[in-house]
């Protein structure tokens, strides 16, 4: 069974800085890509950032220039550091995988992590 495990969320200052982590483990051929969603209340997921498996990325337009993502394949990880944080950044940050365990690839999704932006 695939699991995707998130950490790093926490409070930060307005203009502050922050790096959230996700490892996949279980049972699974192939990772595809990997990527960070965010979720403001009462709203859906949105991407914020993804990365292949050839390294090419994409980034939110609101996130561009100050959030990086990050991959290490061999550890199975991904990375998003944050910076130049704003209050609306304020979310839950959810890690994506889209991973294949046989024949298919499925989106695979850690239990979350909570980022506040204070002031």
């Known amino acids: 069974q695939v699991q995707l495990v998130e950490s790093g969320g926490d409070l930060v200052q307005v203009g502050g800085s922050l790096r959230l982590s996700c490892k996949a483990s279980?049972?699974?051929?192939?990772?595809?890509?990997m990527g960070w969603y965010r979720q403001f209340p009462g709203n859906q997921r949105e991407l914020v950032a993804s990365?292949?498996?050839?390294?090419?990325?994409h980034y939110a337009d609101s996130v561009k220039g100050r959030f990086t993502i990050s991959r290490d394949s061999a550890k199975n990880t991904a990375s998003l550091q944050m910076n130049s944080m704003k209050a609306e950044d304020k979310a839950d940050y959810y890690c994506?995988?889209?991973?294949?365990?046989?024949?298919?690839?499925?989106?695979?999704w850690g239990q979350g992590t909570k980022v506040t932006v204070s002031a």
């Open positions: 990365i292949g498996s050839d390294g090419n990325t």
């Open positions: 994506n995988g889209d991973i294949r365990t046989w024949v298919l690839f499925n989106d695979n």
């Open positions: 279980g049972g699974f051929l192939e990772i595809r890509s």
